[in-house]
C-alpha cells in the first residue's frame, strides 16, 4: 500500500517568465494537455493507492482544481511558508503515520517529466522489498553530462535490486561532478524516494532532532476545510529550511539506490524542456505563432503575439501577455536571476 507523496512547493524561477509567482512551473501544462502536477499523479495511478499533495497555501485553489480535474483530489497539506524538501516530507509522513503506522511513501517532485512509465513502475516494484526492510530508496539515473544542479550517488555492493549507497554527495562543484562522470561509478539522484513514513522520521529524527520537533509541533495542531490540511503556522515558522537530501540522504546509513531508465528528465530550465519537446529539421522548438528563417537550434514561445526570427542560433525567445524572455540557450540556467531583480525592485 504505497502513497505517492508530491512535493509541490517549489517556485520554478528558472521558467519565468511562464513560471509566475502566483503560478509556478509545476502546475503548467508544460509538455502535454495536463500540468506537470496532474502528469506526477496519474503516473502513479497504477501501482499507488492514495495520494498527498504539500504546496504552499497561496497555491491551494490551483492545486485542488487540478487534482479534481482528474478526480483525484485527496488530501492537500498546505504550507504558510516554504521550508524546503525535509520539512515538507515530515509533514506527510507525521499526517500518514496518523492513519497507518506502517505506510509507505513515495515521494516524487511535480516538476520531473517520465516519458517510460512501465519502466518507472517496474523500479518502484523493485525499491518495494527494501523499503519494506527499512532502507531509504532512492532511483539513480545513469548520468549523462556534469550536471551541477543534481545530487550525485556513489554505487556500493549489490543490494535487493539494486546497490547500497557508499556515497551520496548533493550538487557537487563541475569539477567534482566532472570526476563522477568519469568514474562511472555514479548516478544522477533523481530526487525520487521510497521509505516507510516511520523510517523517514526515525533518521530525521537522528540527524535533524530540530526539524523533527518543528514539523512535530506544527502537525499537533492541524485543522482540516475541505481537502485541506492546515497546520500550525507559528511553529512551522520556527522550523529550519532543509532538503532531504542534506538533511537525511547524505547521512543515513540505509541508503539503497534502485537504478532507473525511464526516460526520466528535470524540467528545470528552457534547455531542458528544448531537449525533451519534439524539434523541426532545423532542430527548433516552435510552440504558437512563429517563423524562423535561417535559424536553428533554438526554442520559440508565442503566447499572443508572432514571433519572427532571423539568422539566429541556439535562442530561447518566450513571449507572456507582459513579459519576453530573450536569453542564450547554454545561459538560461541564470534567468532567476531576473527573477531576482524583479523581486527586489517589487
Ligand atoms: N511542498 C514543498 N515545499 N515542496 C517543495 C519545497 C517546499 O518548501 N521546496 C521544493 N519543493 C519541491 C519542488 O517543487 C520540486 O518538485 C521538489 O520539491 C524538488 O525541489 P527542487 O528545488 O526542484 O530540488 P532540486 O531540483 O534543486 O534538487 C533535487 O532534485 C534533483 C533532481 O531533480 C535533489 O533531490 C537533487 O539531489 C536531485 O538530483
Ligand atoms: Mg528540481
Known amino acids: 500500500n504505497i502513497t505517492s507523496v508530491i512535493m509541490a512547493g517549489g517556485t520554478g524561477s528558472r521558467l519565468w517568465p511562464m513560471s509566475r509567482a502566483l503560478h509556478p512551473k509545476q502546475f503548467l501544462k508544460l509538455t502535454s494537455s495536463y500540468s506537470m502536477l496532474q502528469e506526477t499523479v496519474n503516473r502513479t495511478l497504477p501501482f499507488t493507492h492514495s495520494n498527498i499533495v504539500i504546496c504552499n497555501e497561496d497555491h491551494r485553489f490551483l492545486a485542488a482544481e487540478q487534482l479534481r480535474e482528474i478526480g483525484q483530489l485527496q488530501q492537500i497539506i498546505l504550507e504558510p511558508v516554504g521550508r524546503n524538501t525535509a520539512p515538507a516530507i515530515a509533514l506527510a509522513a507525521f499526517q ?196 524562423t528563417h535561417n535559424s536553428t537550434n533554438s526554442y520559440f514561445n508565442a503566447e499572443h503575439k508572432l514571433i519572427a526570427a532571423v539568422g539566429v542560433d541556439n535562442i530561447v525567445v518566450i513571449e507572456t501577455k507582459d513579459a519576453v524572455l530573450v536569453a542564450h540557450k547554454d545561459n538560461v540556467q541564470d534567468v532567476k536571476a531576473i527573477v531576482e531583480q524583479l523581486k527586489a525592485s517589487n
Not at 492541524?222 to 537525511?248: G, T
Open 96 to 291: 500518514l503515520q496518523k492513519q497507518d503506522k506502517d505506510a509507505m511513501m513515495l515521494v516524487l517532485a511535480a516538476d520531473h517529466v517520465i516519458k517510460d512509465t512501465a519502466a518507472f513502475e517496474q523500479s518502484v516494484k523493485q525499491a518495494t522489498v527494501a523499503a519494506q526492510q527499512g532502507k531509504m530508496v532512492t532511483f539513480g539515473i545513469v548520468p549523462t553530462h556534469a550536471e551541477t544542479g543534481y545530487g550525485y550517488i556513489k554505487r556500493g555492493d549489490n543490494s535487493f535490486d539494486g546497490f547500497t549507497v557508499s556515497q551520496f554527495v548533493e550538487k557537487p562543484n563541475l569539477e567534482t561532478a566532472q570526476q563522477y562522470l568519469d568514474s562511472g561509478d555514479y548516478y544522477w539522484n533523481s530526487g525520487m524516494f521510497l521509505f516507510k513514513a516511520s523510517q523517514y522520521l526515525d533518521e530525521l529524527k537522528l540527524f535533524r532532532p530540530d526539524i523533527y520537533q518543528a514539523c512535530e509541533a506544527a502537525m499537533a495542531d492541524v485543522s482540516a476545510d475541505l481537502d485541506f490540511v492546515r497546520i500550525n503556522q507559528q511553529q512551522f515558522e520556527q522550523c529550519p529550511s532543509e532538503s532531504i537530501d542534506y538533511a537525511v540522504m547524505e547521512k543515513t546509513a540505509n541508503a539503497v539506490v534502485i537504478p532507473l531508465d525511464a526516460q526520466w528528465s528535470d524540467v528545470g530550465a528552457w534547455s531542458a524542456l528544448w531537449d525533451i519537446s519534439n524539434k523541426d529539421q532545423n532542430n527548433n522548438v516552435l510552440q504558437g505563432d512563429v517563423l
